[in-house]
């Protein structure tokens, strides 16, 4: 489970970042909407990274596999917040389907876990 602490650390790390650049970096630069926009791919990547460590640390004390989940929810935050960073960065406009994909991932994910915990 140490690889999926490394994977939730990362997605922390970078989700500070991408948030702080936002903040200074872009807040001159963006309209209102791409603005709220990062800040909600920064915010779902956030909240999905803390539940990705939550279960890494769970299974390390010997809770259950945590794959499926754990899978769901770094590619929701790949597609999601990935595709939304893109679109705000770019001009590239192919990303956009790959958003809600990417919420289906979170959806799955916490369906998933919660099948995980009636299991358990």
Do not use: N
Request: a positive charge; charged letters at 10%.
């Amino acid at each position: 489970m140490t690889r999926w602490i490394w994977i939730a650390a990362a997605f922390g790390a970078t989700g500070v970042i991408l948030g702080a650049f936002g903040a200074h970096a872009l807040e001159a630069r963006l309209d209102d909407h791409a603005l709220a926009s990062w800040r909600t791919a920064v915010q779902y990547q956030l909240i999905h990274a803390v539940a990705l460590l939550a279960l890494a640390l769970r299974s390390a004390e010997g809770g259950p596999q945590i794959q499926l989940p754990a899978w769901l929810f770094s590619l929701g935050i790949t597609l999601f917040s990935g595709s939304i960073y893109l679109l705000v960065l770019t001009t590239l406009r192919w990303p956009g389907p790959l958003t809600p994909l990417g919420g289906l991932c979170f959806i799955a994910g916490w369906v998933s876990l919660a099948k995980l915990v009636h299991r358990a």
